[in-house]
């Protein structure tokens, strides 16, 4: 496995929602200020997609500081293919979670904004969490 992109399982969870809006995305919406749910529901998913391209690129770059890190040591890079087990049981724990979100706001307006915050909250936390090592050095 060489990259772990953040979005497996919620393609299923999101997919539905981009199909009933993908006509109106043409339109410019000023997300400082959103006027309608609409709105609200497509800035939360732009800033949800934000935060998993930066989630992606620590993880990236904490991937390769590793792989820098290894040489031929077996023992470190034992670490990459932990770390890339981490991130998947991670990925799985985000995605169920924002499940059980979305069932509490099923058949609501508000359910693409409820989903989309949660995956964004969940995703900058763990953006954190990875950058925790790149910046300590803790390799």
Known sequence: ????????CVIGVIAPFVFLVAPVWAQSIDCRNPQTQRDLNRCSEADYRAADRQLNETYQQLRRRIREFAGNRPAVREQENRLVDAQLAWITFRDRHCAFVRSRVEGGSILPLAVNRCLERL??????ELALYLREGAI
Not at 1 to 8: D, R
Not at 123 to 128: D, I, L, S
Request: positive net charge.
């Open 1 to 8: 496995m060489t990259k772990i992109y953040g979005c497996g």
């Open 123 to 128: 995703t900058k936390e763990r953006t954190q």
